[in-house]
């Protein structure tokens, strides 16, 4: 099997022109044409994972975050970006990132998190298109959907801290009103506040949120719950589309995604 063909596979779950512009989604480093053996799935393409895949025998590696995105101004050792680029090249392991083409798509990041809260009626919060491979599917940024019954505010946080692991996590204000209609957005999400109140959202949860957003109406709250801890199943959801396509062949998650988190809590 070619690089091109898994390509072919996870772009037909995130198309590569899904992205927004000005992405990078896409192969990082290497060849289509190169011949993969096994394929390891991260979340950031960090030196240690490149070292993991060269351990396991991965000659490709898929992420979510671009390992390319803002200028790299030198290659070496001693700079993350510069290390991961430097082991990869040198061992001959390709690098692919679904970024943007999976946060668009109803199935990606913020679907997954939908799914995780159980949440149903979902679609997306803020349309920009419809995919052109899939007549009728709208793409954009986040999405909403309702909860199976209404719950309190404070029910409605411990919902989300359990399913999603949280130990704590930011909230503006707690509503006074029933919560029944959550949006939300992986990663940094505050550009669709305004989106998820017009949905008429009581919840809305993302990652990235700065002070002065948590001054919020009284009937309408934010929660940050973390960059990573709102993306990081994407890395599950490439597993699942990866082994339908591809059922005997070695793909992996690495073993240390748990701990791949760059912010740390005390």
Known sequence: MKVRDVIRAVEAFAPFDAQKPGDNTGLQIGSPDQEVHGILLGFDCTPELVDEAVRRGCDMIINHHPLLYHP?????????TGAAI?????AGVAVYAAHTSADRVIAGVSGA?????GLQHVRILAPEGVRS???GESIGFGVVGDLPQALSAREAIELVKE???LRVMRTSRPVDIPVRTLAMCGGSGSSLIDAARAAGAQLYLCGDISYHYFFTPADFMLA???HFESEVEIV????TVLRKNFPNFA????????NSNPVYYF
């Open 72 to 80: 790299v101004r030198s290659v070496g050792p001693d700079d993350p």
């Open 86 to 90: 430097w082991r990869a090249v040198r």
């Open 113 to 117: 998190m939908a799914r995780r809260l």
């Open 133 to 135: 491979d899939v007549p």
């Open 163 to 165: 399913r999603f692991g």
């Open 224 to 226: 940050d719950i973390g």
């Open 236 to 239: 599950e959801v490439f597993l």
């Open 251 to 258: 793909i992996h998650i690495s073993d240390n995604i748990k």
